[in-house]
């Protein structure tokens, strides 16, 4: 038993890491789809999105979840506003990168554990430790470094770490499961994403089966379809790591993906990083460093608690 235990633990580390490499990574894929504007590569992602999770579900054949869902409005009202929120934080993010600022596209899901921090006193009234109460204070000190190394406030950063913060929180009061929230998600956004297509292509500004010499082609078309796969993939290797291993160990591997994307900016894009964005960096990632420290112990003394409380097993004899 234990060493299947372990089995599954270590399968669930890959699962995690598939999943969080693949989002780091996909920096390296949205240019590709250029010179599709983040408007049409975005309506693409929607629609190709849901026929992608559609066919899963069949495979799965798991539908049960539909009916509860349909019944209970505010839970619906609640998975459409996600969609709206996560179709913000995909715009944001393809916009970002298309457009030369991968590494602040990166900053935006370093800070991000520390604005869901703010999330949870500021909406969920939850009572912080006093680790958790620095990290918060230098990732805010880390903002305004980087607002003066930016010479204006690192709005993408922003707005991606609070979008996604927030749609966090939505997903974690409907209570579905990835695969789930997804293509509800997807569902919702599908109809504006198809009318946006439409427009595009009778306005002659899609991009989606044009054949222009030199911009345009099947292969380009192609492209824009298999955004929906690989949007759907390393949702679904989430979904298997998260009931493998405990939320810590995912919660560590989430750093990847913001790592990956850095990287990529500054190494491949060649993105500058003068002296005033690396200061901000390196506050952020104290923040990190610190937050991930506090969740360790409190992990640690949690199990030394629960062994504690553990009877003695019984001496034969």
């Given amino acids: 038993m234990a060493a299947s235990s372990q089995q599954e633990d270590g399968r669930g580390v890959w699962y995690g890491f598939a999943a969080y490499g693949i989002w780091g990574l996909f920096p390296l894929f949205w240019p590709l789809l250029e010179p ?21 579900l069949l495979v799965r054949r798991n539908w049960g979840w539909v ?16 969609a709206v929120v996560v179709s913000l934080n995909w715009g944001v993010y393809i916009w970002g990168v298309n457009s030369g600022h991968v590494v602040e596209t990166s900053l935006g899901y370093f800070i991000n ?8 006193v500021l909406v969920l009234h939850e009572r ?15 903002v305004v470094v980087l607002t003066l190394g930016y010479g204006r406030l690192p709005w993408i950063a922003l707005t991606l770490a609070f979008s996604f913060a927030t749609y966090g929180l939505l997903k974690k009061k409907v209570g579905l499961g990835g695969i789930e929230s997804f293509a509800v998600e997807s569902a919702v956004m599908f109809p504006f994403a198809v009318g946006y ?5 009778v306005t ?7 054949t222009v010499a030199g911009s345009y082609g099947p292969g380009h078309s192609g492209l824009l379809v298999l955004s929906g796969l690989i949007t759907a993939v390393p949702l679904l290797c989430f979904g298997a ?33 003068p002296p005033a964005r690396w200061a901000g960096f390196a506050l952020v990632w104290a923040a990190l460093a610190v937050l991930t420290y506090d969740a360790l112990r409190q992990l640690r003394r949690t199990r030394q608690a629960r062994h504690l409380r553990e009877p003695a097993p019984a001496v034969a004899g």
């Fill in 128 to 142: 912080l430790r006093a680790p958790q109460w620095a990290a918060v204070g230098i990732g805010a000190a880390a």
């Fill in 67 to 82: 009916r509860p869902l349909l019944a209970q409005p505010r839970r619906l009202a609640l998975a459409a506003t996600a």
């Fill in 36 to 56: 599709s504007a983040a408007g049409d590569i975005l309506a693409n992602r929607m629609v190709w999105s849901l026929v992608a999770v559609v066919l899963m």
């Fill in 113 to 120: 554990p520390l604005v869901t921090i703010g999330f949870g």
């Fill in 197 to 201: 297509l439409v427009y595009l292509g």
């Fill in 241 to 273: 790591a998260a009931i493998r291993v405990p939320l810590t160990t995912l919660g560590l591997l989430q750093y990847l993906a913001p790592v990956f994307q850095f990287l990529i900016g500054v190494t491949v894009a060649h993105e500058a990083m």
């Fill in 204 to 210: 002659g500004h899609g991009t989606l089966g044009r």
